[in-house]
């Protein structure tokens, strides 16, 4: 089965909007584990418009499932990661103010900073993945920082699909065949929802975990964040 991670950054965004504390970004953590999620996603940017590094903090003693800290890894970041060491850190290659990932790392280009990251982080006992787009050169790229899997950046995969192309998997199943042969451990996440998921597992072999956030989130607004998730965990069998 697929492991589902939810990403509690749009809880924290709502909470930010008002003020206070309310939602409860650490209550919310703890039902999303208790309703049978496998882990909990934060993405924290420099600015800190939705979770705070602080955050970050206070959820590491109430996430008992796999906690996985997203982000750009500029030294506020990892200096974060290394203090709460996380079971999993994803590097995410974020401009500064950018609303939403929307490319993965050029891991050739930054191959020799991507190398350093990772080595201090495996060093400090936390596993590695790198964000990257569906391109063979590029997770051939990974493979040689170190990392021990990679996150597919699944926005195209998700357009097309809301345009009835299921024909836009094809690169994604390509290269997840190519990372399993490259031992290579395999996430997802970007626009995945009710909506496309089970087709998008059912073509990605060897995938270990998908991280959703905005659709999970803006779903259990009508159907419930318990019955939600438990929607989700169904299609990932």
């Known amino acids: 089965m697929t492991k589902l991670s939810v990403n509690i950054n749009k ?3 709502l909470r930010n909007a008002r003020g206070g504390n309310v939602p409860n970004l650490l209550q ?4 999303i ?9 934060i993405h924290p940017r420099p600015d800190e418009r939705h979770i705070r590094y602080q955050d970050a903090r206070d959820l590491r003693p109430v996430v008992y499932t796999e906690f996985n800290i997203e982000g750009n890894p500029q030294h506020n970041f990892i200096d974060l990661v290394l203090e709460c060491k996380p079971e999993q850190v994803t590097l995410v290659p974020d401009a500064i103010g950018a609303i939403t990932s929307s490319a993965g790392w050029d891991t050739i280009k930054n191959q020799s900073y991507l190398t350093e990251v990772i080595t201090e982080f495996k060093r400090n006992g936390i596993r590695t993945s790198i964000f990257v787009d569906p391109i063979l050169e590029i997770i051939e790229g990974a493979k040689a920082t170190g990392t021990d ?15 009835g192309n299921e024909n836009g998997i094809e690169k994604y199943t390509k290269a997840s065949i190519f990372a399993n042969e490259l031992n290579l451990g395999i996430n997802a996440g970007h626009d995945l929802s009710l909506d496309n998921i089970k087709f998008f597992k059912e073509n990605i072999p060897g995938l270990l975990e998908v991280s959703i956030g905005h659709a999970l989130i803006s779903e259990a607004l009508y159907l ?14």
């Open 11 to 13: 809880i924290a965004t």
């Open 28 to 31: 919310v953590a703890k039902d």
């Open 33 to 41: 584990q208790k309703f049978g999620a496998q882990g909990i996603t």
């Open 149 to 163: 899997r990679i996150e597919l950046y699944t926005e195209e995969f998700a357009h097309q699909y809301s345009l």
């Open 224 to 237: 419930g964040l318990d019955n939600v998730v438990n929607m989700y965990l169904q299609k990932l069998k």
